[in-house]
Nanobody, 122 residues
Framework: QVQLVESGGGLVQAGGSLRLSCAPS????????MGWFRQDPGKEREFVAA????????VYVDSVKGRFTISRDNAKNTVYLQMNSLKPEDTAVYYC???????????????WGQGTQVTVSS
């Protein structure tokens, strides 16, 4: 079974930065569009950002545009999420997944990894 492995979260003050990494194991994802999602307790998981398999196209939810940057290194089978100017409302567990549907932001796998906790203090 493919494992979705996220890392890089932590506790930061508002205005700070973090860089998340996603290194799936069990298969190569160089030909898959990849996405980041997040979930706050009591809320539904929401789409954050996606990057095409070639890396030449990205898309973001409006609330993170201009602050977050998604990138990938296919040679390392790793996807990144650089998060700058963090706000308390960015606090959530962040997950990665391949994308089944780019336009609808539908995850490829119906399961998730353990995610990585991001906590932004005010």
């Amino acid at each position: 079974q493919v494992q979705l492995v996220e890392s890089g979260g932590g506790l930061v003050q508002a205005g700070g930065s973090l860089r998340l990494s996603c290194a799936p194991s069990g298969r190569t994802f160089s030909r898959y569009n990849m996405g980041w999602f997040r979930q706050d307790p009591g809320k539904e998981r929401e789409f954050v950002a996606a990057i095409a398999w070639s890396g030449d196209m990205t898309v973001y939810v409006d609330s993170v545009k201009g602050r977050f940057t998604i990138s990938r290194d296919n040679a390392k089978n790793t996807v990144y999420l650089q998060m700058n100017s963090l706000k308390p409302e960015d606090t959530a567990v962040y997950y990665c997944n391949a994308l089944r549907d780019w336009s609808k932001r539908v995850p490829f796998y119906d399961y998730w990894g353990q995610g990585t906790q991001v906590t932004v203090s005010s």
